[in-house]
């Protein structure tokens, strides 16, 4: 199963499923930032720009894979549970579905928007099923950067899903 316009090669897909199977935080700059639920979130602050990069690790009790990646597809369900979502939607540019994403922030802090392509593939990854969804910034003038929100322009999502062998799901995501 694909979902998206073929933006991603199929060889970056593999090395998603290869660290959901073997995560690769031990041994560098990885900071343990908060285990909680069955999860294990890490970060990784670029030296040059000042941001972090996370990574996610752990287990959804109760919570079957093909469901948990239909949850993260579904940009309409997203409005209805996070309250940070201001609009989001997908739109045709170019032969591509290009997602909008304004997320709501605090005053004094401006809002912030993604401009991103997406791509989900379910693969056999040494006999297991495992739905990976891959998402990188794009620019297309359809949406044009908006007076008072920061567009974020390096963003990036690699999501990782496997059976925990019972009922729930078992997650990578960078």
């Known amino acids: 199963m694909a979902t998206g316009s073929g933006v991603f090669s199929q060889e970056q897909f593999w090395p998603t499923c290869a660290e959901l199977q073997q995560p690769a935080v031990a041994g ?29 690790f752990g287990v959804l009790e109760d919570c079957p894979p093909a469901v948990l990646a239909d949850v993260y597809m579904d940009l309409d369900y997203r409005k209805q549970w996070d309250q940070y979502v201001k609009e989001l939607y997908e739109k045709e540019c170019n032969g591509q579905a290009v ?17 991103y392509l997406r791509q989900r593939q379910e693969l056999d990854f040494e006999g297991q099923k495992v739905h990976v969804i891959l998402a990188q910034s794009t620019s297309v003038p359809q949406f044009p950067e908006k007076s008072g929100v920061i567009r974020v322009k390096q963003y990036k999502q690699r999501l990782a899903i496997q059976s925990d062998g019972k009922r729930g799901s078992k997650e990578w995501s960078s």
Do not use: A, H
């Open 28 to 56: 560098g700059d990885w900071e343990l930032l908060l285990e909680t639920l069955g999860l294990s979130v890490y970060r990784l602050m670029d030296q040059q720009t000042g941001l972090y990069e996370y990574k996610v």
């Open 99 to 115: 997602v909008y994403w304004q997320v709501k922030y605090p005053f004094p802090l401006s809002d912030r928007d993604y401009v």
